[in-house]
């Protein structure tokens, strides 16, 4: 669902993402860890089409992301560390517009459905966006995501602040939509979650993708290890 081909970005002579090659199919929760600056972000937004690639291709269900980034747009959705949602407006009328914006018009009823799904607490469905939590808005982005029946989930730090709870709340979501064949690539700095959720993991290390594995295969106290190491080497 989603390729990498020699991805490659560079900013006049940083390289931020050095050939990179990925294959993540339907279903799969794919982790990138990596150190600040590792190249994380700039994977996700070479995804997302927010830049160009210097070389190589980014290619979403077999289309080139900057060939056609209209088609790209109807196939994902991006959850990022801080999802901007209007203060003033309630979950449920956020919902209604950004799921306007993307051209699609659903009944209240439908829309009240989604954010069950995505596990807002019903008192909150009216309520303004800011007297939500973290992980409150979170769980709109979530529900956005569930209304464009989105192929692609793209996550780029999406727990960073929220607490253990919110936390495995989300990683359960994440969950769900794996089970109904979304593919995720989510960057993040939690190990542990990485580890509960993610089918994969890839470690970047300066621009290069230098460690991926299943989570199946290594324990966390061995992919803490393996984190570490490639760290200090
Ligand atoms: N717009 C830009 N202009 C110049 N250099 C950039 C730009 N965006 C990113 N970089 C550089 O590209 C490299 C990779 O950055 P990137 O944001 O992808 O890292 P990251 O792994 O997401 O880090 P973090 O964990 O801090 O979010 C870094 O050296 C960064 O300074």
Known sequence: MLHAVNLTK???ENLALDNLNLVIEPGDIYCLLGANGAGKSTTINLFLNFIAPTSGKAVIDQI???KDPQAIKKLIAYI???LVLYNELSGLENLEYFVGLAGMKYQ?????SFLQEAGLQSEAFKKRVKTYSKGMRQKIGVAMAIAKRAKVLLLDEPTS???PK??????????RLSQQNVATLMATHDLFRAKETGTD???MKSGKLVEQ??????NHSDLEKLYLNHMNN
């Open 161 to 163: 602040g929220l607490d």
């Open 166 to 175: 919110a936390s495995n709340e989300f990683s359960e979501l994440l969950l």
């Open 213 to 218: 594995l299943s989570t199946e295969e290594i």
């Open 108 to 112: 209240q009823d439908e829309l009240v």
């Open 64 to 66: 080139e992301v900057s």
């Open 80 to 82: 990022p560390e801080n």
């Open 10 to 12: 560079k900013y006049q």
């Open 201 to 203: 993991i890839g470690i």
